[in-house]
């Protein structure tokens, strides 16, 4: 499967952004989705995940509360809205698709990535 990430950019601290990440050449309800987030010289961190057929919605504790994971199974697509945004949410945002299996809050855990698009968030 390919993976298609969009929508990232600048944006003041409080503010808004939407990604998205389209997916092709694969049964896209059988894919836990998961973005990830990798700063200047930290880690690959996770952010949220999503599961294939029942949507249960995983986030990370520095998200939980201000970000939306969701997918759109009948469009291949899954989104995450990231919303009271902080200069410390900077980074270079991917997601991830693993097959049919559970949820993993790793990166290893994950067979498919999409180029990542970078979110700035200014103070």
């Given at each position: 499967?390919q993976l298609?990430?969009?929508?990232?950019?600048?944006?003041r601290?409080?503010?808004?952004?939407?990604?998205?990440?389209?997916a092709?050449?694969?049964?896209?309800?059988?894919?836990?989705?998961g973005w990830?987030?990798q700063?200047?010289?930290?880690?690959?961190?996770?952010v949220?995940?999503?599961s294939g057929?029942?949507?249960?919605t995983?986030?990370?504790?520095?998200?939980?509360?201000?970000?939306?994971?969701?997918?759109?199974n009948?469009?291949?697509?899954?989104?995450?809205?990231m919303?009271?945004?902080?200069?410390?949410?900077?980074a270079?945002?991917?997601c991830?698709?693993?097959?049919?299996?559970s949820v993993s809050?790793?990166a290893?855990g994950?067979?498919?990535?999409?180029?990542?698009?970078q979110?700035?968030?200014?103070?």
């Amino acid at each position: 499967v390919q993976l298609q990430a969009s929508g990232g950019g600048l944006v003041r601290a409080g503010g808004s952004l939407g990604l998205s990440c389209a997916a092709s050449g694969g049964t896209f309800s059988g894919y836990v989705m998961g973005w990830f987030r990798q700063a200047p010289g930290k880690e690959r961190e996770f952010v949220a995940a999503i599961s294939g057929s029942d949507g249960n919605t995983y986030y990370a504790d520095s998200v939980k509360g201000r970000f939306i994971i969701s997918r759109d199974n009948a469009g291949s697509t899954v989104y995450l809205q990231m919303n009271g945004l902080e200069p410390e949410d900077t980074a270079i945002y991917s997601c991830a698709g693993r097959y049919y299996r559970s949820v993993s809050f790793y990166a290893s855990g994950y067979d498919y990535w999409g180029q990542g698009t970078q979110v700035t968030v200014s103070s």
